[in-house]
């Protein structure tokens, strides 16, 4: 039998040693519950308890480790360090508190390290200190940790710029190279998207592009422009990330860039180097064989004619050899300077070598006579910009070129075949005593040449009275003479009888076109006077032509104005005929000068050549006219050609509807007459009733309509 007492306690111990375990088992299940490893050590530094976690972590079972001193995990070349700290540790911080976690190394079981983050706390109890570690693996927090840093210095790279944005381009962070570079602060852009960097030069295509590589590719990578906080617009080169989530999302963009300015520079001097003269900073003789052959590509698919001009100065020889290479140097430059502004921007003058130069001049026109003229022209005016006098080193000198010309079209004829075909030219230039212009081709030269004699035969002709004024009747429906067309006639003693036809269009190239224009205005007025004074003629309206050039001079109303008190004539006698092309520009311009010249003067004002031209209703409504002239080629075919016929029919009714007087130029037959009469037409001028005559043959023409109509009116 037990003793009750003995019983008693016994019962006492259980429940004791059952509460122990169940509170042993409370403690190791909390123990184990951490995703740390636990390790509990005595005062000694002896491990006593460990938990579930420390054998993953540190490859010791829990038998292998309890009865061990805790250094067997401490490598061995800090265990003097820990031993020194632990004691530190303890002494100063008291008991029963975690002291901070720290960062240590482990020696584990396997022999290697491992990064581990320590948290201790030292334990007081009856049986003496404890000291409980927690050990946390942080490899892989080191490996994000150490990553960060690295890109936090590679961010802050000090020649790289960078940009984060979010997926929208909004600014996030810069750094300071992006500071430096675009001169914006952080705190300026943050929040801003990165347009305000744009610089205007791309096109939008250039950004649709760029997105549409970032939105398929996830990158763009190039050069562009951008524009800096102070204005100024730089190259950079600029390449762009985006980063996205694990579900493939773009959530934000890096984009990298440094400025390039410094590299197209020296791009740009190597290529100036390569392909233009250091002395005159023209194209070299390289850049113009790639400008040629381009050149000549081109016009085999536009099938324009260009040409080519081969220069080069007389007597630079000279100037050279006497007063030494500095002054051949400064011709050379001041050459190249007034050639440049005789050429347009789009030509390619170049400078061939020594004294040589070539000029390089597209799309000159479709025909060949066309071009031909154009290439004249503007060579001789090359010629003579050059010719004039040089100062070169204070002192005048005279030079002069000679300029070889030669056409091309098509890619029939090499480039350099070309340049030596224009040599061969520039020498017969010079051959022919210098200062001179030389086509190659001398079928071109002939023609040249007769254009050139007609010129200057016709600046003669104006000082030699050889030009004529002839009249052409214009009759209304009832045959009745209202006025009369004055058409100039050109009696040259070299020429013969020359067509308007021909030289007006050559004079309306040159200014001559003004002088003739105020010879025409001029005699044209002093006939209407003459006339004024006969009754049979002082009623007639004389029509006189003007040319869109002579018209476009700003004091034109002032000279007609000048003409009309210098023979007193009135005004509602003089017509001025004008052409459609007066009306191409400056609508208002020319509104405003018709007015006065019809609301001031009281002249009165025809559209020639009416249905050739633009013959656009639009600007027909709007300008001041009293009639218009149907163009003769209409009138022509009126009863064979149906178009013409409905064209003509057209025009007349637009006429009436605007209120506006209609004439038919080139009336020649009955059958015209009749057909323009039905139709409404209301005067006529053609070979039907006479051809442009002379004054006094005209006013024998008048006499002889007068008995006409006499007669009939006495039958
Ligand atoms: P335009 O002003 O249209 O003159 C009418 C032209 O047609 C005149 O040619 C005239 O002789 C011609 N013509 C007249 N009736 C008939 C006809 O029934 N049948 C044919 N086939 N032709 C006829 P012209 O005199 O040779 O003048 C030609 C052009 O030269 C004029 O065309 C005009 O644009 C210009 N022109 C003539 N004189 C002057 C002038 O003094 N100054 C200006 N700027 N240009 C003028
Ligand atoms: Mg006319
Ligand atoms: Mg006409």
């Known amino acids: 039998m037990v003793p009750a007492g003995l019983k008693c306690l016994n019962n006492e111990r259980k429940r004791m040693e059952s509460e122990l375990r169940d509170s042993e088992l409370f403690y190791r299940t909390i123990l184990d519950s951490t995703p740390d490893a636990m390790l509990v050590s005595d005062a000694d530094g002896i491990i006593t308890l460990v938990n579930n976690k420390v054998e993953p972590l540190l490859g010791y079972k829990p038998v292998e480790l309890i009865g061990q001193p805790v250094e067997i995990l401490v490598p061995k070349d800090v265990r003097q360090k820990h031993r020194a700290l632990m004691a530190d540790y303890i002494a100063s911080r008291g008991t029963n508190t975690v002291i901070g976690s720290r960062p240590m190394r482990a020696l584990i079981k396997n022999g290697s390290i491992l990064e581990v983050e320590v948290s201790i706390c030292p334990v007081q109890t009856e049986r003496g200190l404890f000291v409980a570690a927690s050990l946390r693996d942080i490899t892989e927090r080191k490996k994000v940790e150490n990553r960060l840093r690295v890109a936090a210095a590679a961010f802050e790279t000090p020649h790289e710029a960078i940009v984060v944005t ?66 100024k617009i730089y190259p950079k ?63 085999a698919r536009n099938k324009k004619y260009g040409a080519l001009l081969y220069l080069d100065m007389d007597k630079f020889k000279t100037l050279n050899d006497t007063q030494g290479h500095e002054a051949g140097d400064a011709l050379l430059v001041e050459v190249a300077t007034r050639m440049k502004f005789s050429v347009r921007e789009v030509d390619t003058l170049a400078r061939f070598g020594g004294d040589e130069f070539v000029v390089l001049i597209e799309e000159i026109g479709a025909e060949e006579a066309d071009a031909t003229q154009h290439a004249a022209l503007i060579s001789e005016k090359i010629r003579a910009v050059l010719a004039t006098t040089y100062i070169i080193n204070n002192r005048e000198f005279h030079s002069s070129p000679s300029i070889g010309v030669c056409l091309f079209q098509g890619n029939s004829i090499p480039g350099d075949e070309l340049l030596k075909r224009a040599d061969i030219a520039m020498y017969q230039a010079k051959d022919s005593g210098r200062n001179q212009v030389r086509f190659f ?3 071109l030269q002939l023609s040249v040449d007769s254009r050139a ?71 044209a007025c002093q006939q209407i006077a003459t006339w004024s004074n006969t009754p049979l003629t002082s009623d007639l309206v004389i029509a006189v032509n003007i040319s869109a050039r002579q018209f476009r001079q700003p004091d034109f109303v002032k000279l007609v104005e000048a003409a009309i008190a210098k023979h007193q004539i009135l005004p509602s006698r003089l017509k001025l005929e004008l052409t459609e092309s007066v009306a191409l520009d400056n609508l208002e311009g020319v509104i405003a000068k018709m007015t006065a010249l019809r609301e001031n003067l009281g002249v009165t004002i025809s559209l020639d050549d009416f249905g050739t031209g633009y013959s656009s209703l639009s600007y027909l409504k709007r300008l001041p006219l009293d009639q218009i002239k ?8 009126i009863t064979t050609d149906p178009n013409d016929a409905v064209m003509v029919q057209t025009i007349i009714e637009m006429a009436h509807n605007f209120g506006l007087h209609v004439i038919a130029e080139g009336v020649e037959t009955e059958a015209h007459m009749d057909f323009l009469r039905q139709r409404g037409c209301m005067a006529y001028q053609g070979y039907l009733f006479s051809k442009p005559v002379p004054h006094y043959d005209f006013e024998l023409l008048l006499n002889h309509h007068l008995t006409l109509t006499n007669l009939r009116q006495s039958r």
Not at 183 to 211: C, P
Not at 238 to 267: C, M, P
């Open 630 to 637: 149907i163009d003769q080629s209409f009138v022509r075919d």
């Open 441 to 443: 081709d001398p079928q």
């Open 453 to 523: 004699a007609l010129e200057s035969a016709m600046r003669e002709a104006i000082t030699g009275q050889q030009f004529r004024l002839y009249y052409q009747i214009q009759v209304d429906r009832d045959h009745r003479p209202i006025g009369a067309e004055a058409l100039i006639r050109w009696e040259s003693p070299t020429h013969g009888m020359v067509s308007p036809l021909e030289f007006i269009p050559l004079a309306e190239e040159t200014a001559l076109i003004l002088d003739i224009g105020n010879w025409v205005l001029d005699a």
């Open 237 to 299: 080169q600029l390449s762009i990330t985006a980063v996205r989530d694990e579900g493939g999302n773009t959530i934000q963009y890096v984009a990298a860039f440094h400025d390039i300015s410094a590299r197209k520079r020296a791009e740009e001097e190597m290529h100036s180097l390569a392909f233009y003269d250091a002395l005159t900073g023209l194209p070299n003789r390289r850049l113009l064989y790639e400008r040629l052959d381009l050149a000549v590509s081109v016009s």
């Open 166 to 231: 979010d997926s929208y381009a909004n600014i996030i962070q810069v750094n300071k190279a992006f500071e430096h570079i675009t001169g914006y602060s952080q705190e300026e852009v943050v929040g801003t998207n990165t347009r305000i960097l744009k610089s205007g030069r791309h096109e939008d295509a250039f950004y649709a592009e760029m997105w549409h590589s970032l939105l398929t590719k996830g990158t763009w990578k190039g050069e562009l422009w951008d524009r800096c906080k102070g204005g």
